[in-house]
């Protein structure tokens, strides 16, 4: 709906959009916990700039990035509690999570795989040796 940046105190603001989701908490592939959200986004884009359509859109978008990657640093890495605070230890730890998830989605393709990060993680911890082994370079002459 499209709004007055005045009345809602930000300069910019075009239009206000409601979004009702159903969400689902998953754990090991199971639903443990559904519930319905309101989120409430404000944008700078005005009526014939943006239709519905086009805010719903990128509005998935967000999410399907915020799902896909942010989430699984926050919530199965707990990279927001990390305290390194040096920017090159912080940058490596970085490069090390974006691995662990790179790994996860090739291993979880395969018969057998993973369908979990946690899962492969906790595989990975109890026997580290195959991913070694993928990684080490052939030294035989």
Partial sequence: MPIDPATMGLAGAAQLIRIERHVQV?????VIKESTEVAFLVTSLWADEANPDQ??????????????QHFRRDRTQDEDRCTVRETVTAR???LFRSLAIFL????RRVKGGKTSL???ERKILRAPS??????????AP
């Fill in 104 to 107: 996860h989605e090739q291993q």
């Fill in 26 to 30: 998953l754990r090991k592939g199971e």
């Fill in 130 to 139: 195959p991913l070694i082994r993928r990684f080490m370079l052939d030294t």
């Fill in 55 to 68: 805010l719903l859109r990128w509005a998935r978008v967000h999410w399907s990035i915020e799902n896909g």
């Fill in 118 to 120: 946690p899962d492969y």
């Fill in 92 to 94: 490596n730890l970085s």
